[in-house]
């Protein structure tokens, strides 16, 4: 049996969850599972994912979808980064819930002054490309996909992976503006 948390929006063992400056996350339920052996066969070990790959591919396959819209590219930033790291691997050690816990203290740690922040969430487990899982996920996702078409133009994207094989990504946008 697996365990799978159910958060906002769930597809297979993927788990997304997003959110604005100021909104709070629902409730938690859970669920237990049991996989297909179809889908079973896809679980990797977690010292076979390379989370800066994952990263990258994030970023990528986000910028793919914003060209597509006719929407500019978001720049990566070290700063947001780091923070999406942090989150990332605090989700995966259950430090915090899944979800948007200190998501305002996250941003102002960044360091950035920003006129807006968005923050978008994932777990999943079992899955050869967790990267895709997680935006395919966030693009089928009212709230999420909002959050990808923003008015923003840097980011952050954070990987973290646990014992268990979870995989958590945490992907940060800002919009900021250069002084006048």
Known sequence: MIRTKIHNFVLGTLIVSGGVVAISAPAHTYTSQSLPK????????????DTASVEASVHRQINQYRASLGLPALTRNE?????ARIHSQKMADAQVPFGHSGFNQLVQAI?????????????????????????QGWLTSSGHLNNIKGNYNLTGIGVAVNSKGEVYITQISLFWHFPE
Do not use: F, L
């Open 111 to 135: 360091g950035i002054s920003y006129r807006g922040a968005a923050e978008n969430v994932a777990t999943n487990r079992g899955y050869s490309d967790p990267a895709t899982q997680a935006v």
């Open 79 to 83: 700063s947001i980064d780091s923070q």
């Open 38 to 49: 179809s889908v079973q066969s896809r679980h990797i070990a977690q010292s076979t994912i």
